[in-house]
């Protein structure tokens, strides 16, 4: 009958799934530590509001 013999392509298989694995998770990082682009940005606006009124101050460098 047939025999089943394997010739050693378990180490090359395995080397090419941690490969998978090592690309997907650096994706997973890189994109996990991307700030999205609905995140709130530093702004150079200030509002306050008191009995007195509302405030509104810019802070510009110019």
Do not use: C, H, K, R
């Not at 990082?29 to 606006?45: C, K």
């Amino acid at each position: 009958m047939a025999e089943n013999t394997q010739n050693g392509n378990g180490a090359l298989w395995f080397i090419v799934g941690a490969l998978v694995v090592a690309v997907i998770g650096f994706g997973v990082w890189y994109f996990a530590g991307q700030p999205s682009s609905s995140a709130p940005q530093d702004s150079d606006v200030s509002v306050s509001v008191s009995e007195d009124g509302m405030s509104i101050d810019t802070s510009e460098d110019e």
